[in-house]
C-alpha cells in the first residue's frame, strides 16, 4: 500500500459543486501539502499544514479549502468548482527533519479533476 | 518570468547515449537545488540533491553553476527506464517553499 494515499484518483465533476479531495498518509509526517500540476507549469502549492493546528496558504489559494482533521490527514476542498480547476492535484508530506531541508517531499499518486 | 525555467524537451535519445539539460532559476537567493523524476501519469519522486561541488549517484550528474544561476544534469549510458519528466526544484534560503520547473521530458529509444 502506497505511504500517501489519495481519493479520489479521478473524478469529473460540473462547474458550481464542491469536490472534496482526500489524503492520508501513514510515514508519521507532521508536515502535509497540497499542489496542483498543469501542463507547461510547474507544481505550485496550493496550501501547507505543519502540523494540525497550523494552516498556511501557497501561492495559489484562492477558490480553495483545507481541513487537518488529525496529523495523518489532510483534505483539499473546492467549493464551487470552476473549470479552471481542472488539473492533477498532488498531496505530499515531509518529516520534520526533512522536508523542505532536504528536498523531500513524499507524494501521492495524483488526484485528476476535471471541472466541466 | 517564472522562478524556475526548464527546456520541455522532448529529448529522444538512443540507449546508451548521453543526455544532459539544464535548469535556470531567477532568484539568487535560492540554497538548495534538487532534480525530481516524474514518471508519465505517476507523483514526482525525489531523484537527487544538487551540490555546489556537483556530485554523482550511478549514471546522473548534476551540477550547479550559482555564477549564471543554472543547475544541470546528465545522464550516462541512457537506459529505456531513464525515460520521464525531470523536475528542477529550488529552494531559498529560510523559506520552507520548493519552487518546481515545468519539467524536462526525456524518451529514450531502443
Known amino acids: 500500500d502506497a505511504d500517501v494515499t489519495q481519493t479520489p484518483r479521478n473524478r469529473i465533476t460540473k462547474t458550481g459543486k464542491r469536490i472534496m479531495l482526500e489524503c492520508s498518509q501513514t510515514k508519521g509526517h507532521d508536515r502535509m501539502y497540497w499542489y496542483r500540476q498543469d501542463p507547461g507549469l510547474g507544481l505550485r502549492l496550493i496550501y501547507y499544514?505543519?502540523?494540525?493546528?497550523?494552516?498556511n496558504k501557497g501561492e495559489i489559494s484562492d477558490g480553495y479549502s483545507v481541513s487537518r482533521q488529525a496529523q495523518a490527514k489532510f483534505s483539499l476542498s473546492l467549493e464551487s468548482a470552476i473549470p479552471n480547476q481542472t488539473a492533477l492535484y498532488f498531496c505530499?508530506?515531509?518529516?520534520?527533519?526533512?522536508?523542505?531541508?532536504?528536498?523531500?517531499?513524499?507524494f501521492g499518486e495524483g488526484s485528476r479533476l476535471t471541472v466541466l | 518570468r517564472k522562478e524556475v525555467e526548464q527546456d520541455p524537451g522532448p529529448f529522444n535519445v538512443p540507449e546508451g547515449a548521453t543526455v544532459a539539460f539544464n535548469c535556470t532559476y531567477s532568484?539568487?537567493?535560492?540554497?538548495?537545488f534538487f532534480w525530481y523524476r516524474q514518471d508519465c501519469r505517476k507523483e514526482p519522486k525525489l531523484l537527487m540533491s544538487?551540490?555546489?561541488s556537483g556530485n554523482e549517484d550511478g549514471r546522473f550528474t548534476a551540477q550547479l553553476n550559482r555564477a549564471s544561476q543554472y543547475i544541470s544534469l546528465l545522464i550516462r549510458d541512457s537506459k529505456l527506464s531513464d525515460s520521464a519528466t525531470y523536475l528542477c526544484v529550488v529552494k531559498k534560503r529560510n523559506d520552507y517553499k520548493l519552487s518546481f520547473g515545468a519539467g524536462t521530458t526525456v524518451t529514450v529509444r531502443a
Open positions: 532568484n539568487s537567493a535560492s540554497q538548495s
Open positions: 499544514s505543519f502540523d494540525v493546528k497550523d494552516i
Open positions: 505530499a508530506t515531509s518529516g520534520f527533519s526533512g522536508g523542505p531541508n532536504t528536498g523531500e517531499l513524499f
Open positions: 544538487v551540490y555546489s
